[in-house]
């Protein structure tokens, strides 16, 4: 049984580019929850999605960042119109309930430049 | 807003002794307290869980001490490894949707 799969594992990208980042759930995980963790911070929660609805997105950004988990495929996480600030690791978990059951992947790097 | 407060960045031990970890909170809705370890280039892995009506968990060498009224939480891994060497992140859980993390402690232990 797979774990939870992030790609791309590196990604860099120049000021104003888009950003996509994907997250594969482990096999019969339909709970996924995007974390950022700036240089030097713990995780910090950005939204939690189940297959198709977004139930919580008190933590990402109001502007330029957007997430969805479809009902076939990856969860994506958009960053659109990048800056230099965006620039942090990005953790997707999956848990087949709520979060205190979650595993996470292992994580996008992204370099904004 | 950081509710989940690990004030140690860094922790050195001697293989063999113990570890301890701590962490603090604010809010007194968390009922529920996890530790994740994590080594470079992967994502946190969960290590124990203390529930709220709990003061200890143990497992093996790693046992979690809840003080709910001083807020406190500490993990001890007992004896100590190298490969114990890692990040260690304190999350704690109000039952919502999402996990409060501290913001580590970096663990090494020297052989």
């Known amino acids: 049984n797979a774990g939870v799969m992030q790609n791309p594992r590196h990604l860099v990208r120049r000021r104003g580019q888009e950003a996509r980042l994907r997250c594969s759930p482990m096999k019969g995980h339909s709970h996924v929850y995007w974390y950022r963790q700036l240089p030097e911070e713990g995780l910090k929660f950005m939204v939690y999605l189940q297959k198709e609805n977004i139930i919580d997105e008190s933590g990402m950004p109001k502007e330029r960042f957007s997430a969805e988990f479809p009902k076939e495929g990856p969860s994506i996480l958009r960053i659109q119109q990048v800056v230099r600030g965006d620039s942090a690791a990005y953790f997707c978990?999956?848990?087949?309930?709520?979060?205190?059951?979650?595993?996470f992947g292992p994580g996008t790097r992204l370099t904004v430049l | 807003d950081q509710q989940v407060k690990q004030n140690s960045p860094s922790l050195s031990v001697q293989e063999g002794r113990i570890s301890i970890l701590n962490c603090d909170y604010t809010n007194s809705m968390f009922d529920y307290f996890l530790w994740y370890k994590k080594y470079p280039a992967e994502g946190p892995t969960f290590l124990i869980s203390?529930?709220?009506?709990?003061d200890k968990n143990e497992d093996g060498r790693f046992t979690v001490f809840l003080n709910k009224s001083a807020k406190h939480l500490s993990l001890h891994i007992v004896p100590s490894q190298p490969g114990d060497s890692a990040v260690y992140f304190c999350?704690?859980?109000?039952?919502?949707?999402?996990?409060?993390f501290g913001t580590g402690t970096r663990l090494t232990v020297i052989p």
């Open positions: 203390i529930s709220s009506i709990k």
């Open positions: 978990a999956s848990s087949p309930g709520g979060p205190d059951t979650q595993y």
């Open positions: 999350a704690a859980w109000t039952g919502a949707n999402n996990l409060f």
